[in-house]
Nanobody, 121 residues
Framework: QVQLVESGGGSVQSGGSLRLSCEAS????????MGWFRQAPGKKREGVAH??????TYADSVKGRFTISEDSAKKTLYLQMSSLKPEDTAMYYC????????????????WGQGTQVTVSS
């Protein structure tokens, strides 16, 4: 069974940096798309960054501060987060899919369990 496992979350002060990682287990194919979502308590889930056929897209709230990247050999996805703000505090989820149609609509099938990011002012 395919699993996505996130790591790298933690607590950091405003202006700090963190790098999240996501590893896929038990999957020998190639993802067509991968990404990161986040959800803060009482708020809607937000798509933060997406990687689809080498094209990256970001939510306006993180543009210029977050970078999504992939190490295909390691089947690992990263989210480098810099200049963190208290409003970035949330549970961050790694997502992935192999279906072109689902990738085009960002309706990901596979989700990780999440890693908590807390930014203090």
């Amino acid at each position: 069974q395919v699993q996505l496992v996130e790591s790298g979350g933690g607590s950091v002060q405003s202006g700090g940096s963190l790098r999240l990682s996501c590893e896929a287990s038990a999957y020998t194919g190639s993802w067509n798309c991968m990404g990161w979502f986040r959800q803060a308590p009482g708020k809607k889930r937000e798509g933060v960054a997406h990687l689809y056929r080498s094209t990256t897209t970001y939510a306006d709230s993180v543009k210029g501060r977050f970078t999504i990247s992939e190490d295909s050999a390691k089947k690992t996805l990263y989210l480098q987060m810099s200049s963190l703000k208290p409003e970035d505090t949330a549970m961050y989820y790694c997502v992935a899919d192999y279906s072109v149609s689902r990738c085009s609509t960002r309706e990901y099938t596979y989700w990780g369990q999440g890693t908590q990011v807390t930014v203090s002012s």
